[in-house]
């Protein structure tokens, strides 16, 4: 009987073991984030980002993936002039599909089409390296989805997608005309075919650092393959043929712009609410090496060009609490703001909702009815952005 009771005392403590190391653990962990569609642009946004130098991207080598990571790029040394896109829904009907339309710094215009769980590109409107003279319209088929709602860790989606030009020979620029030499001759028309291979996975998670401000962020890891095919149609029988691998061979200059192209892969750091990338690395897909960084534009500027957003800080009072926690905060904007309790088990048992008079806000929660034990709490902006997430404890 001895034997008996002792056994299940120890396999009690056993089965409790792993609840303990989670509950514990979760006093070091920030909580996992997820992204609303409150990070989708709507028209009357506008997206602002800047270039690093491409020197000091290259220095930065802190793309692991994992959860409660902490990532601080400092503050970047800016390369060129600040990017700006307008997000609109004046203008044209090219794609009557499209709820916006992004004009970028470079003059494409990208057309995408809104639900609640995504945010697709379904057509553009550009230029293509291989004729730089002519302005281009495409449609995305199926359409893209470059942002997806909701996102949270470990989720993944794969997408394979392309979009298709018709040029006839006689609108094409002369230098091309001769590059592609006997490649057009018997022909009425060019077709080019960007085939995109996409993988997309929420691959870490945690606090960023950039200049002076700190963000909760959820990196999107974007693995991209592309290849791009160039067909011709023939006077005769009027049928389209795959011209890449000749065209390739007879002139060597356009190669570039033809058939497979480097892989790439892309981290974007989201942060909750946020229409902007805080930070972007684009790198080569098979080395890693950093190509392209691009980051949030600060709205002011420091003496050091970082961004210098107010901060806002929170305390609570006492902690461990027993009938009232009573919460201090400072430095918020105007808006409005909501203050969440969570149990260890993820399932809120208290919110509050308030807009701050003054720089400091003063509120009370009552927890005399919540069960002792550890329980996190949440301040998050009227957009999603989580602004704050700390540990209370309840005796």
């Known amino acids: 009987m001895w034997f008996r009771s002792s056994y299940l005392h120890i396999f009690g403590m056993y089965k409790l073991l792993p609840v303990l190391i989670c509950f514990f653990s979760l006093a070091s962990l920030t909580a996992q984030v997820t992204l609303s569609s409150d990070y989708f642009p709507q028209a009357g946004d506008t997206l602002r980002t800047v270039t690093a130098d491409s020197t000091y991207a290259v220095g930065l080598n802190q793309l692991s993936a994992g959860i409660d990571r902490e990532w601080n790029f400092g503050t970047p040394v800016a390369e060129g002039a600040r990017l700006q896109a307008v997000v609109s829904t004046e203008g044209d009907t090219l794609f009557p599909i499209a709820d916006?339309?992004?004009?970028?710094?470079?003059?494409?215009?990208?057309?995408?089409?809104?639900?609640?769980?995504?945010?697709?590109?379904?057509?553009?409107?550009?230029?293509?390296?291989?004729?730089?003279?002519?302005?281009?319209?495409?449609?995305?088929?199926?359409?893209?989805?470059?942002?997806?709602?909701p996102l949270t860790y470990q989720d993944v989606f794969?997408?394979?997608t392309s979009n298709s030009i018709v040029v006839g020979t006689d609108s094409l620029p002369e230098a091309v005309l001769e590059a592609l030499g006997p490649v057009v001759t018997s022909i009425d028309s060019l077709r080019i075919t960007t085939i995109s291979n996409r993988e997309d996975l929420a691959d870490a998670y945690g606090t960023l650092v950039l200049g002076t401000n700190t963000f909760e962020v959820l990196r999107e890891r974007r693995n991209e393959n592309i290849y791009i095919r160039l067909e011709a149609k023939n006077n005769a029988l009027q049928l389209w043929g795959d011209v890449t691998a000749l065209a390739i061979a007879q002139a060597p200059q356009v190669a570039p712009f033809l058939g497979q192209q480097p892989a790439t892969t892309t981290y974007t750091y989201w942060s909750p609410g946020e229409i902007d990338p805080i930070v972007e690395f684009i790198t080569d897909g098979e080395t890693g090496v950093v190509q392209n960084m691009e980051y949030k534009q600060p709205t002011t500027s420091t003496s050091t060009g970082g961004p210098a957003l107010l901060q806002a800080s929170i305390r609570v009072f006492p902690n461990p609490a027993t009938d009232l926690a009573t919460f201090e905060i400072e430095g918020l904007e105007r808006g409005r703001y909501f203050l969440s309790l969570v149990n260890t088990m993820g399932q809120k048992v208290k919110s509050r909702e308030f807009t701050p008079l003054g720089n400091q806000t003063r509120l009370n929660l009552d927890v005399s009815a919540l069960p002792q034990g550890m329980y996190m709490y949440s301040l998050r902006n009227e957009r999603g952005r989580t602004i704050a997430t700390k540990i209370l404890r309840v005796h």
């Open 100 to 149: 916006v339309k992004i004009l970028a710094f470079n003059g494409t215009l990208s057309y995408y089409k809104i639900t609640e769980t995504s945010f697709d590109l379904v057509g553009v409107q550009t230029q293509v390296a291989l004729f730089p003279d002519l302005d281009i319209t495409a449609a995305v088929t199926p359409s893209r989805p470059t942002r997806r709602a």
């Open 158 to 160: 794969t997408t394979e």
